[in-house]
């Protein structure tokens, strides 16, 4: 094994290879940080390209777009509060805050070393622990899923800590919009009031660029503000942020890393629920975490590390099992079909060659993403100091051209100015943005897999069964719980540690 990892190196190492890896990042990147553009597209737009080169250097590049635009799409989630992929929602959070109060460059920088960061322990995981994280994989049936997906929601009650009843409202309104269109199950239209083109559903990006981008613009455009933020270049942000990164979020990046490689092997899961989690589980085990969402490194850490790592997790069942982990993975497995390849275990003995030269390449990218993203940020940070009304026109126009890109549909452009007012509205009353964004994202995976999983039951003849005693739906539940109860928790334990300081100082 090593053998074939050293020589692998090599390959990757060369300068066609090196070229091409240099080229799909920066191009992934600036992909990513275009809303409406999703590494999805990027991959598949190239893919054509690959059939003039051979299968090691068409992959290589694929991979590179796929980690650039990965991390590209928190570029536009710090700079103007836009997912530019919808994994980067919760970097939102942390990112826009900290680019208001004229920290832009050390939210970008840790953006970019902490996706670098949950790149390479994703890639690890893919080189050393494919084969029994494939096996987990498999065990994932609908029920599980269905349990994955409400521990996910549980966050909402993290997320929300001041107000938890606005936060499951705005979360529980989410949920209500991702019902919109064919039943998953029966195919019958619903809540189309009549209008045919609502049958297709309410499409993800264009509401999470109406949510976060589009209501921005109105908020700009309603304060007056000659800027964005008042943004001055630090020239010393890089280091500062490597130092910040050391000593004080080790902890935070390994474990979000983690959670984004386990979350990534399961198909369908992606870089969202990773992000949303691992943001959580951050927030949640910190000593103050209402501190998150204010505008700290931390959040952001914890967000682009996870998003970042689920990238050598989507990758485990495509090359090992012929699964695809994701949308960009199934393209990549399109690719590979093309030139001959089939993915499945035999890979790593019949094109081991090919298999590994890959999976270093990742590592080669994801050390290169930290070169390639330093020069762009110096250029991408300048964007503060436009004057807001160009960079209010500049973002409507990204945001209707994003969002009609989709599926080229005038409806998905409504859909983005309707969700946009309701951000600007529902800001105003307290609803959550990111609470109700994660209802969207995880409302028709929910449906689906409960769907499903009631099939099963009735087939079974026992609805309990189906969801209570497989294993893996024993450990997410209990997650769940412990998901809804821990805040509360931690929240008495300071109330009563607060107490007794109080107790002895009087004292």
Partial sequence: MWEQIGAGLINALQPFNLFLAIAGLTGGILIGALPGLTATMGVALMVPLTFAMNPTSGLIMLGAIYSGAIYGGSNAAILINTPGTPSSVATTFDGWPMCRAGKADEALNASLLSSAFGGIVGTLFLLFLAAPLARLALKFGAPEFFWLCIFGLSTIAAMSAGNVFKGLVSGALGLLVSTIGLDPIEGVPRFTFGYYPLVQGIEVIPAMIGLFSFSQVINLVGSRQKYIADYKPNPGAFMRVVRKLWKDCKMILTRSSVIGAIVGILPGAGGEIASIIAYNESKRWDRNPSRYGTGIVEGVAASESANNATIGGSLIPMLCLGIPGSAVAAVMMGALLVHGITPGF??????????????????????????????????????????????????????????????????????????????????????????????????????????????????????????????????????????????????????????????????
């Fill in 346 to 507: 035999k890979i790593f003995t019949a094109s081991g060659n090919l298999a590994y030269t890959f999976i270093v390449s990742l590592l080669v990218v994801n050390v290169l993403m930290v070169l390639v993203g330093s020069l762009l940020i110096k250029g991408t940070a300048r964007v503060l100091n436009v004057p807001t009304s160009y960079v209010g026109v500049a973002i409507v126009a990204l945001s209707i051209i994003g969002s009609y890109a989709i599926r080229n549909s005038m409806v998905d452009v409504m859909i983005m100015i309707f969700f946009g007012l309701v951000g600007h509205f529902g800001s105003r009353i307290g609803l959550d943005t990111g609470a109700m964004a994660l209802g969207i994202i995880l409302g028709p995976i929910v449906e689906e897999n409960l769907g499903k999983s009631i099939a099963l039951a009735g087939a079974d003849g026992s609805v309990f069964k189906v969801f209570f005693t497989h294993p893996i739906s024993l450990i997410l539940i209990v997650l769940t719980v412990l998901s809804v109860i821990t805040p509360w928790l931690l929240s008495r334990r300071r109330g009563c540690s607060t107490k007794e300081a109080v107790d002895g100082v009087q004292s």
